[in-house]
């Protein structure tokens, strides 16, 4: 079970997540753009099996973020909510992975582990490059009062009715 209160903590620093109940119909370039929407260079790695005989996707992927607080507005969007696309009635569900990382994730997948219904492993990889100076993130305006009862002395900005940006983390 994913618990935000954990990574607003800074205490769980896992990345990788598993998403599941993914519409069949969705390829990789589909998935990514949809991903993409909200989470393009919050991410280092998204991968979509795909079962090679029928060219579908197995109904989950996976995303590695290159920080762990960007799971919260993923959580924030998708977890419990029908699929926009296909007209699907799956409801996404989303988990911490039991391979976590980047590196390790791609090791899994080159070897084989997550399934053997397809011939090529199919996934997305992008260099980010972390500013360790400017660590701005974007989260849900829902979660600004837990957010602030961490990190009381925090410098953040609201962008919008329901959104709001983080531009520096100080807790004393």
């Not at 980010?128 to 953040?156: G, H, M, R, T, V």
Request: net charge positive.
């Amino acid at each position: 079970k994913i618990h935000l209160e954990s990574i607003l903590r800074q205490k769980d620093k896992r990345t990788t997540i598993m998403i599941r109940h993914i519409p069949n119909k969705y390829t990789l370039k589909l998935f990514n753009d949809e991903i993409n929407k909200s989470f393009a260079n919050k991410y280092d790695l998204l991968y979509l099996p795909v079962d090679t005989d029928n060219h579908c996707n197995l109904g989950f992927g996976f995303i590695n973020f290159v920080d762990p607080i960007h799971i919260i507005d993923l959580y924030d969007r998708y977890f419990g909510k029908k699929w926009e696309k296909f007209n699907s009635d799956k409801i996404c569900e989303l988990a911490y992975a039991k391979v976590q990382g980047k590196e390790e994730l791609l090791k899994h997948i080159v070897q084989g582990g997550v399934t053997n219904c397809y011939d090529m492993p199919v996934y997305l990889t992008y260099d980010i490059k972390i500013d360790k100076n400017n660590s701005s993130i974007e989260l849900p305006i829902k979660y600004l009062q837990a957010f602030l009862n961490f990190y009381p002395y925090s410098l953040y900005r609201i962008v919008s009715y329901d959104r709001f940006i983080v531009d520096s983390f100080y807790n004393f």
